[in-house]
């Protein structure tokens, strides 16, 4: 019936092949039924005139037909995945002279899993389907005398992980149809050599998205470096290589391999990727030698790395020559004759006080040159010079290594007083008092005090001189600023003035602002009806007097692509890291531009952190490498605990990296669904809460998302939501979601960049009009998928029918037991003209009433009554009486940092919801563990405050 063309086959090489019919010699002779009239073993020739064996059946003419046919049992080796490669023909029904309706143009695959490998008959029912099989576009041409027929190769994949082997079954339903070939096979990560690491031939996951983690082991004559580790994907690729070994000392890497060094070379130290030539005056006499050794004579010192000369030490210094300039002294000589082959290095041996100063340094002088100085006067000395080089310790050649030089200092002035302080103050006067100084050098025979205004410097001055180590300055003017200096007097002159000692005659400075918060407090305890009052006057002139020194709030988003050199961009906003202090531990998924993977970053002086880690993969044009990394110049912007922290990138070495803070829970969305039913409403409106905190900052600072969606918003082991996906390239490779598009028609055509259509406004998906108004819109989504436990928005329905209904004035319906004033917030999102829409402040503010007061806000699920205006102002002494800052870090353990935060105008617990790392260190927080712990605890503990309360109402209330 079908002749056809064939090419001989090589397999890939990560791909197993458990079943090809082409290389099965003689009949197949596989399971038809019916036995008669259905699928029918036919021989042909491929083109080189082997014969191969074929199926075919054409019964186009008549109905209900199901003819199956089923292979041999199939053992799956170990196999988690089989791939089914089919080639077949299939008629077209129109080019069949005279066929009626009952012609058919697709087939049916099956299998069935077994540990029999000769079952006698499988009852049809017991199949599963893998799928439902048609003739491709894309075939290859195959001429059949004078017709010309399509050959098309279709491949599916199923798991298979249950038993030993399985069997395949194909079902016609009255097509006609030629299965030319079939192969079965699965795929493996083939073996390989990696970092020196020996990773097994490996077979992939059951899924088309596992990856299957796989050790390595290390080369012989090779040791780890870092557990090595890589992952099996599941196209049988190799992917993310972590850790590796490294050959042993003596041994070099060579194509994988770990080679002994030859004679008369080493390998000692692993930082060294090859051999290299003995030093001078050193040998090796074997083969894989680490060390070579020193020559008769020779020597190493403790600290020579094996990879320098073998020295001698050095011969003794010469020509000294000494200067004494009253307690100092200048010592010169040259170096010795002989080095001994290494640099020369010099050393003074005294049993001085450690007051005496060498300048530049006692030991280990590499000039010939030494100042003394600090030295008693009239005091004889012995300064003795030994040169030295590494290999003069017990090595020593003995006398002849030193020389000396004894003289006498002279007389010296006192060194400067250096401990003035201030005792009585008056407007006009105050008492000074001082300690002797430290080298008094003979007796003091009085002391000067030298002062004058502060505004005029040292123009004019008065001075006063006394025996005792005090005076009482008087005559000052009133409310001036005064520097004073003292000095000392012996009989050989005055010694230096001290440091200028600054003080006010003002003797009434203003107020601490920790006091006059501290007596308005009090007062606030004491008094009744003028409390509030109060408090809010006090807040107002603390937050007055802080303005200047606090950071600056309205920060403004700056874009990183206004540099020209993008660099410089992330630089500025991003801390280098180095990658040796980051440490992978596996991947969690796939990002936009590589894998995402979770670690530890220890950085200097800090302490180990949770991080995750996003790589560029290996081969990145120059456009996405810069992509990649504007994420981190937008992110690391942003300072504020609903904004993902962004702590350093890696750029200098590859992979590219991003570094940010690890969220435990992942992505909201799916935290949610795999979740779905187990939150209370107050804990789903604190999600949301923290989302509109995170969003508000943005929007202060001017930046406009334009993904705001569950997906991007990150959720840690407390439960708190950050906004993260500060990407701006939005071409996605997969969409399995179909959530981004650039094909949308009609009036709303969107030219570059691809828009999530279901999150979208209408006005950025028409005209591109993106705006802090278009991410309220794409939060009332937010709202929606958190609220309906991350359904996909709008359903199944298409980009296109979601915004015809949008257009139409359709909005989504409220969620399953949704608060009806939730639902009414989101509709306030989707108003269609976006100046109407809430900004994130009113949302805050609104989401922050209804946590306050949940029995009367949030019981209402349904019903027709009117819900609260959104737009109306909120606040007001009501929060105040439910719970207190300070109640709150106590609950925390963090009450020791009350009065500094009240002080800086932190009263309110809403006020500690929106405290940043800068903000804490601003104001003297300065504990990295105390920011973090006050920025992980507060919105948690304020969230199971709301919970109680919302506990205590009656049953009837709770919302279900
Ligand atoms: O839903 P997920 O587990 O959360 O899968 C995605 C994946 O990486 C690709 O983006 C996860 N992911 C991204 N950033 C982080 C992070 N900072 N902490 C934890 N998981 C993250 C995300």
Redesign the pocket.
């Known amino acids: 019936m079908f002749t056809l063309i064939s090419t001989a086959r090589v397999y890939p090489p990560n791909e197993e092949t458990l079943l090809d019919t082409r290389t099965v010699p003689g009949e197949l002779k596989w399971a038809a039924s019916p036995t008669e009239g259905g699928w029918e073993e036919v021989s042909i020739m491929d083109e080189k005139n082997v014969p191969i064996r074929t199926y075919q059946v054409c019964n186009v003419m008549e109905p209900s037909q199901s003819n199956w046919l089923r292979t041999d049992w199939i053992p799956r080796s170990g196999a988690q995945r089989i791939y089914v490669e089919i080639k077949f023909t299939l008629r077209d029904c129109n080019s069949l002279p005279g066929v009626t309706g009952t012609c058919k143009e697709t087939f049916n695959l099956y299998y069935y899993e077994s540990n029999n490998d000769r079952e006698h008959y499988i009852r049809e029912s017991n199949f599963l389907k893998i799928d439902t099989v048609a003739a491709d576009e894309s075939f290859t041409q195959v001429d059949i005398g004078d017709r010309i027929m399509k050959l098309n190769t279709e491949v599916r994949d199923v798991k298979v992980t249950t038993r030993k082997g399985f069997y395949l079954a194909f079902q016609d339903v009255g097509a006609c149809i030629a299965l030319v070939s079939v192969r079965v096979f699965y795929k493996t990560c083939p073996l390989t050599v990696r970092n020196l690491a020996t990773f097994p031939d490996t077979n992939t996951g059951a899924d088309t998205s596992s990856l299957v983690e796989v050790r390595g082991s290390c080369v012989n004559q090779s040791e780890e470096r870092e557990e090595p580790k890589m992952y099996c994907g599941a196209d049988g690729e190799w992917l993310v290589p972590i850790g590796g070994c490294v050959c042993n000392l003596g041994y070099e890497e060579k194509s994988g391999a770990c080679q002994a060094c030859t004679v008369g070379f080493n390998r000692a130290v692993s930082t060294d990727r090859a051999c290299s030539k003995c030093p001078p005056h050193s040998h090796s006499e074997k083969e894989g030698a680490a060390v070579c050794d020193c020559n008769p004579g020779y020597y190493r010192s403790e600290s020579d790395p094996a990879s320098v000369p073998c020295t001698q030490p050095p011969s003794a210094p010469q020509q000294l020559i000494s200067e004494v300039n009253e307690t100092s002294v200048v010592l010169e000589w040259s170096a010795p004759l002989r080095l001994g082959g290494r640099k020369a290095g010099s050393i003074l041996c005294l049993p001085c006080s450690q007051d005496v100063l060498f300048s530049p340094q006692q030991s280990g002088l590499r000039a010939t040159r030494v100042c003394v100085s600090e030295l008693q006067a009239h005091t004889r000395y012995t300064f003795t010079i030994l040169a030295r080089n590494g290999v003069s310790q017990g090595h020593s050649a003995g006398a002849g290594q030193s020389v000396s030089v004894t003289l006498t200092t002279n007389q010296a002035a006192p060194s400067p007083v250096t401990s003035i302080q201030a005792g009585d103050v008056t407007r006009h006067g105050v008492s000074l008092a001082w300690q002797q100084p430290d080298r008094p050098n003979g007796v003091i025979l009085e002391y000067e005090v030298k002062y004058y205004e502060k505004d005029q410097k040292e123009s004019s001055y008065r001075i006063m001189k006394t025996a005792s180590r005090s005076a009482d300055i008087t005559g000052l003017s009133p409310l001036t600023v005064y520097l004073f200096q003292v000095r000392a007097r012996t009989a050989a002159g005055y010694g230096e003035f001290s440091g200028p000692l600054e003080f006010s005659t003002n003797s009434d400075p203003l107020p601490l602002i920790g006091d006059a918060a501290s007596s308005t407090l009090l007062l606030l305890s004491i008094s009744g009806g003028v409390i509030l009052l109060l408090t809010s006057t006090a807040v107002f002139i603390i937050s007055r007097r802080y303005k200047h020194i606090w950071p600056q709030k309205n920060k403004i988003y700056v874009d990183p692509f206004t540099y020209e050199d993008p660099d410089q961009a992330v630089h500025e906003f991003a801390k280098e890291i180095d990658a040796s202090y980051i440490h992978i531990e596996k991947v969690?998924?796939?990002?936009e531009f590589g894998e995402?993977c979770?670690g530890r970053l220890r950085l200097q002086g800090k302490r180990e952190i949770y991080?995750?880690i996003?790589s560029l993969k290996a081969a990145y044009s120059n456009k996405q490498r810069q992509d990649f990394l504007s994420e981190a110049s937008i992110m690391g912007q942003f300072d504020h605990p609903n904004i993902?922290r962004l702590e350093g990138v890696v750029t200098r070495c590859k992979p590219v990296m991003i570094i940010?803070?690890?969220?435990?829970n992942?992505?909201l969305?799916?935290?949610l669904r795999k979740h779905d039913g187990h939150f209370t409403v107050i804990q789903l409106v604190g999600m949301l809460r923290g989302i509109a905190s995170g969003m508000k900052y943005l929007s202060d600072m001017s930046y406009v998302h334009r993904d705001l969606a569950a997906?991007n918003i990150?959720v840690n082991s407390n439960l708190v939501c950050k906004v993260?996906d500060f990407g701006l390239s939005r071409v996605l490779q997969e969409d399995p979601e179909n959530a981004y598009t650039t094909r949308v028609t009609g009036t709303y055509h969107s030219p570059g960049g691809k828009i999530p259509i279901r999150w979208t406004s209408p006005e950025a998906i028409a005209y591109r009009k993106f705006t802090p108004s278009s991410d309220t819109w794409s939060y009332g989504v937010v709202m929606w998928e958190v609220m309906s436990y991350g359904e996909r928005p709008y359903w199944d329905m298409s980009n296109q029918d979601v915004i015809k209904a949008i257009d139409e004035g359709y909005r989504l319906p409220p969620p399953m037991d949704c608060p009806v004033c939730l639902h009414q917030l989101m509709l306030d999102c989707w108003q269609t003209e976006r100046t109407h829409r809430p900004s994130f402040t009113q949302i805050l503010n609104m989401l922050d009433k209804l946590i306050r007061n949940p029995t009367t806000t949030l019981r209402r699920t349904g019903g027709d009554r009117p819900v609260p205006s959104l737009l109306e102002p909120v606040g007001g002494p009501e929060f105040v009486s439910v719970w207190s800052a300070e109640d709150c870090l106590q609950a925390i353990g963090m009450g020791m940092y009350r009065d500094t935060l009240t002080t800086a105008g932190y009263t309110s617990p809403d006020s500690l919801l929106t405290l940043t790392h800068q903000d804490m260190t601003s104001i003297g927080i300065i504990t990295p563990s105390h920011q973090d712990q006050i920025l992980a605890s507060v919105q948690q503990v304020l969230l199971s405050h709301m919970q109680q309360i919302q506990e205590q109402m009656p049953d009837s209330m709770v919302p279900v």
């Open positions: 969690i998924g796939i990002g995402v979770s991080v995750a996003k993902i940010t803070e690890y969220m435990e992942g992505s969305d799916a935290f997906r990150l993260s």
